[in-house]
């Protein structure tokens, strides 16, 4: 039977495919790409027809995912498939190679994986067939088989890889055409490189390559065309591709320069009498100026356009100029064009440089002037054949001079302060309204502050306010004792009324509240003076007493509590029947340390407060204490019993009651806290039994309250550790 099922697979070993190219790039690994899907059907994805082509001459990068296949099919039998691995892949574009996501490129039956096909190609167009030659493990009754080398069209997968041109696009292609196979490396013919090879400055030239059957190109420019347009000279090659191999051929290209730029010698605009050098461009062959000239440059003195056309190596390049030549019109400008001056002084004025002769009304051939008499001043200027007038008027009288003291305005200063004003410099007199005759002063008092100068017989004023502000002298003042307890607070506050405040634990606020000792300070500021407090306050944290309660039982049976004693300290003890009935808590006249309970006192919860010389106090938690443990308190009761006492485990509890009656049962330990409930309900009269489970608690002393309408009882026992022993 068993070889009855492998001759279908014997024949798939058979197959063998002869390898074209085995383009495989290497590195396979989960870093060349991520398995997409699963996907429906076993096979690659996306389908062909639906992947981007590779483009001549473009870097191309393309994953394909692979959804492999549970199993195979043969001749009407099923066989489970282990795993499938990709050997190589055949007949891929030259130029492109192949890699997957698995290091081995081996994935299991029914899972995914991805190939990644990348690189440049220049192969032709075409639509090429991928021979993918797979190894393959299937389950033959148990046992595993492998299968190599077999052609993934035995499997039923195909698959399909397309490359366009430039100028073509990405359509699906006939998949049995010629132009299915990826093309073996050939020899080509060298490409010709054709067009002109000079050309002048600011044209361009055409090159092209003239040799046919190639089905690509690439320029040294990047251009992947079979022509270019270059506009500068140089070197430029090209290489063709054809059987998936290239050729490369160079031109030189040279750029004629030339250039007919015109310098003037000097302004093109210019007056009667003047003249300009007009000069071209040098390195030129010939040159013709538009008025028949044909040296390098020319010389003009009359309004018009002037051109030029030169030539060199059979390049021609022009250029032009336009003079202008009239009786211009001269703008001096006298500056200042107004001038006031008081009686002894003078004024300069001033018609600029530049001009070839001044003139002015009064006579003076300079570009400025001085004069101390008002009236209308007038200067002419020339230059060349043009002229032109200008005019500025003086005026002498009693005119304010402009002062201003600095700082202006006014000044805001504190007590103590440095304060300078300062009238500036170079006045002929100051008289400042403080008494002081310098150019500045310092005032150390408030008020307005008036300053007059002199210059040239003129007089100028100014005023400055300056105002002094005190320095602010904050008061701490506490809300409350500055002396406290643990766990207490102090309120320190340092007036209103200021812009801000600093307290010397950081603190911004007017008020702080503090809860540590020591000692504190504020600085606060107002109308940006600032001043600290003159008293510093200190406070004092003192420790709080500590209240607790031991409980003791002596050698009659009395209970006693100990609360301790501390130094300076004072006690007020306190009892209540029910722990939860605060209400009816009463003050014992007891102040010692110990709290004698005799046995023929109540049972009950106890507590101490406990107070020191600062007034700061602390009370215990309530201590249950039930002297002579052990005698009933009720006569509800004919007998109670614990066995064994001590109990390490279990106790035994045996008692009698009288009458039938609610009652409650329960576990208290020694401050009264009851930790497990034993019985609550109703017990009818006789005797009854019960087990108590104590091994959970910790050694110690214990009590068992006996409840009921008509009265307590109270029952002391003693849990010990729990020993166990290996004979």
Same mark, same amino acid.
């Given at each position: 039977?068993?070889?009855?099922?492998?001759?279908?697979?014997?024949?798939?070993?058979?197959?063998? +495919?002869?390898?074209?190219?085995?383009?495989?790039?290497?590195?396979?690994?989960?870093?060349?790409?991520? %398995?997409?899907? %699963?996907?429906?059907?076993?096979?690659?994805?996306?389908?062909?027809?639906?992947?981007?082509?590779?483009? @001549?001459?473009?870097?191309?990068?393309?994953?394909?995912?692979?959804?492999?296949?549970?199993?195979?099919?043969?001749?009407?039998?099923?066989?489970?498939?282990? /795993?499938?691995?990709?050997?190589? @892949?055949?007949?891929?574009?030259?130029?492109?190679?192949?890699?997957?996501?698995?290091? *081995?490129?081996?994935?299991?039956?029914?899972?995914?994986? $991805?190939?990644?096909?990348?690189?440049?190609?220049?192969?032709? %167009?075409?639509?090429?067939?991928?021979?993918?030659?797979?190894?393959?493990?299937?389950?033959?009754?148990?046992?595993?088989?492998?299968?190599?080398?077999?052609?993934?069209?035995?499997?039923?997968?195909?698959?399909?890889?397309?490359?366009?041109?430039?100028?073509?696009?990405?359509?699906?292609?006939?998949?049995?055409?010629?132009?299915?196979?990826?093309?073996?490396?050939?020899?080509?013919?060298?490409?010709?490189?054709?067009?002109? #090879?000079?050309?002048?400055?600011?044209?361009?030239?055409?090159?092209?390559?003239?040799?046919?059957?190639?089905?690509?190109?690439?320029?040294?420019?990047?251009?992947?065309?079979?022509?270019?347009?270059?506009?500068?000279?140089?070197?430029?090659?090209?290489?063709?591709?054809?059987?998936?191999?290239?050729?490369?051929?160079?031109?030189?290209?040279?750029?004629?320069?030339?250039?007919?730029?015109? #310098?003037?010698?000097?302004?093109?605009?210019?007056?009667?009498?003047?003249?300009?050098?007009?000069?071209?461009?040098?390195?030129?062959?010939?040159?013709?100026?538009?008025?028949?000239?044909?040296?390098?440059?020319?010389?003009?003195?009359?309004?018009? #356009?002037?051109?030029?056309?030169?030539?060199?190596?059979?390049?021609?390049?022009?250029?032009?100029?336009?003079?202008?030549?009239?009786?211009?019109?001269?703008? =001096?400008?006298?500056?200042?064009?107004? &001038?006031?001056?008081?009686?002894?002084?003078?004024?300069?004025?001033?018609?600029?440089?530049?001009?070839?002769?001044?003139?002015?009304?009064?006579?003076?051939?300079?570009?400025?002037?001085?004069?101390?008499?008002?009236?209308?001043?007038?200067?002419?200027?020339?230059?060349?054949?043009?002229?032109?007038?200008?005019?500025?008027? +003086?005026?002498?009288?009693?005119?304010?001079?402009?002062?201003?003291?600095? %700082?202006?305005?006014?000044? *805001?200063?504190?007590?103590?302060?440095?304060?300078?004003?300062?009238?500036?410099?170079?006045?002929?007199?100051?008289? /400042?309204?403080?008494?002081?005759?310098?150019?500045?002063?310092?005032?150390?008092?408030?008020?307005?502050?008036?300053?007059?100068?002199?210059?040239?017989?003129?007089?100028?004023?100014?005023?400055?306010?300056?105002?002094?502000?005190?320095?602010?002298?904050?008061?701490?003042?506490?809300?409350?004792?500055?002396?406290?307890?643990?766990?207490?607070?102090?309120?320190?506050?340092?007036?209103?009324?200021?812009?801000?405040?600093?307290?010397? *634990?950081?603190?911004?606020?007017?008020?702080?509240?503090?809860?540590? =000792?020591?000692?504190?300070?504020?600085?606060?500021?107002?109308?940006?003076?600032?001043?600290?407090?003159?008293?510093? +306050?200190?406070?004092?944290?003192?420790?709080?007493?500590?209240?607790?309660?031991?409980?003791?039982?002596?050698?009659?049976?009395?209970?006693?509590?100990?609360?301790?004693?501390?130094?300076?300290?004072?006690?007020?003890?306190?009892? &209540? +029947?029910?722990?939860?009935?605060?209400?009816?808590?009463?003050?014992?006249?007891?102040?010692?340390?110990?709290?004698?309970?005799?046995?023929?006192?109540?049972?009950?919860?106890?507590?101490?407060?406990?107070?020191?010389? /600062?007034? $700061?106090?602390?009370?215990?938690?309530?201590?249950?204490?039930?002297?002579?443990?052990?005698?009933?308190?009720?006569?509800?009761?004919?007998?109670?019993?614990?066995? =064994?006492?001590?109990?390490?485990?279990?106790?035994?509890? #045996?008692?009698?009651?009288?009458?039938?009656?609610? @009652?409650?049962?329960?576990?208290?330990?020694?401050?009264?806290?009851?930790?497990?409930?034993?019985?609550?309900?109703?017990?009818?009269?006789?005797?009854?039994?019960?087990?108590?489970?104590?091994?959970?608690?910790?050694?110690?002393?214990?009590? @068992?309250?006996?409840?009921?309408?008509?009265?307590?009882?109270?029952?002391?026992?003693?849990?010990?550790?729990?020993?166990?022993?290996?004979?």
């Amino acid at each position: 039977m068993k070889k009855f099922l492998l001759s279908p697979l014997l024949a798939l070993l058979l197959l063998s +495919v002869t390898s074209i190219h085995a383009q495989y790039c290497g590195g396979s690994g989960s870093t060349v790409c991520t %398995p997409g899907g %699963p996907y429906a059907n076993f096979g690659f994805y996306p389908p062909y027809d639906s992947v981007p082509c590779a483009q @001549i001459g473009t870097p191309y990068n393309q994953k394909i995912d692979l959804q492999v296949a549970p199993y195979i099919y043969y001749q009407g039998n099923t066989y489970t498939l282990n /795993w499938v691995k990709i050997d190589t @892949i055949l007949n891929l574009p030259c130029g492109l190679c192949w890699a997957t996501s698995d290091a *081995n490129n081996q994935f299991a039956g029914n899972g995914t994986g $991805c190939v990644q096909v990348s690189g440049t190609t220049y192969d032709a %167009p075409g639509q090429y067939k991928l021979h993918i030659i797979l190894d393959a493990q299937v389950s033959v009754g148990g046992s595993p088989y492998n299968i190599l080398n077999q052609n993934a069209d035995v499997f039923g997968i195909e698959y399909w890889l397309r490359v366009q041109d430039l100028a073509g696009t990405c359509a699906a292609v006939d998949t049995f055409m010629v132009g299915n196979t990826a093309t073996d490396n050939g020899a080509i013919t060298t490409p010709v490189i054709s067009g002109n #090879t000079t050309f002048c400055t600011g044209q361009s030239t055409v090159l092209s390559v003239s040799t046919t059957n190639f089905y690509a190109y690439k320029w040294s420019t990047g251009a992947i065309a079979s022509s270019i347009n270059v506009n500068a000279g140089g070197t430029y090659s090209v290489t063709a591709y054809a059987a998936c191999t290239s050729a490369t051929a160079s031109v030189s290209v040279t750029e004629n320069q030339i250039s007919a730029n015109i #310098t003037p010698s000097g302004p093109l605009s210019f007056c009667q009498g003047g003249s300009v050098t007009l000069t071209a461009a040098a390195g030129n062959d010939t040159y013709a100026w538009s008025d028949n000239s044909t040296g390098q440059s020319i010389t003009v003195n009359q309004s018009g #356009t002037y051109s030029v056309t030169v030539t060199h190596a059979a390049c021609t390049a022009s250029d032009s100029k336009t003079v202008n030549v009239d009786s211009i019109s001269l703008n =001096p400008v006298i500056s200042p064009s107004v &001038a006031n001056i008081c009686a002894g002084g003078n004024a300069t004025l001033d018609a600029g440089t530049g001009y070839d002769t001044y003139t002015w009304s009064e006579s003076s051939t300079t570009s400025s002037i001085q004069t101390g008499t008002d009236g209308t001043y007038t200067v002419t200027v020339t230059q060349g054949t043009c002229s032109g007038t200008a005019s500025a008027t +003086v005026n002498v009288g009693n005119f304010p001079v402009a002062v201003h003291i600095s %700082p202006a305005d006014s000044v *805001n200063a504190c007590d103590g302060d440095a304060v300078s004003l300062d009238a500036g410099a170079g006045y002929d007199g100051y008289s /400042w309204s403080s008494g002081e005759n310098s150019q500045t002063i310092q005032p150390t008092f408030s008020g307005n502050y008036l300053v007059t100068v002199m210059d040239n017989g003129c007089v100028g004023h100014d005023t400055v306010v300056v105002t002094f502000h005190p320095l602010p002298s904050p008061t701490i003042t506490p809300s409350g004792p500055l002396n406290f307890c643990g766990g207490e607070t102090a309120m320190l506050d340092a007036g209103a009324g200021y812009d801000s405040y600093l307290w010397s *634990n950081n603190s911004t606020t007017q008020s702080i509240v503090i809860s540590n =000792p020591g000692s504190y300070a504020v600085t606060v500021e107002q109308n940006g003076c600032t001043g600290s407090s003159a008293n510093s +306050v200190m406070v004092n944290l003192h420790p709080g007493p500590v209240a607790s309660i031991v409980v003791q039982v002596n050698a009659w049976g009395d209970g006693l509590m100990i609360a301790g004693d501390e130094a300076n300290s004072t006690l007020v003890w306190q009892y &209540a +029947v029910n722990y939860d009935t605060t209400g009816q808590l009463n003050t014992l006249s007891n102040t010692d340390d110990t709290l004698i309970v005799n046995c023929d006192a109540n049972a009950g919860y106890y507590r101490v407060i406990k107070s020191n010389q /600062w007034g $700061c106090s602390d009370t215990s938690f309530f201590a249950y204490i039930a002297p002579c443990v052990g005698i009933p308190q009720t006569k509800l009761l004919q007998s109670f019993r614990l066995l =064994p006492n001590p109990v390490s485990d279990v106790l035994a509890l #045996t008692y009698s009651v009288n009458h039938s009656m609610y @009652i409650e049962l329960s576990i208290a330990d020694m401050t009264g806290r009851v930790i497990q409930n034993i019985w609550q309900g109703v017990r009818d009269k006789g005797e009854h039994h019960q087990q108590i489970s104590v091994a959970a608690l910790s050694s110690g002393m214990y009590f @068992i309250h006996f409840k009921s309408s008509e009265g307590t009882a109270t029952y002391r026992f003693i849990k010990k550790a729990y020993c166990s022993y290996t004979k």
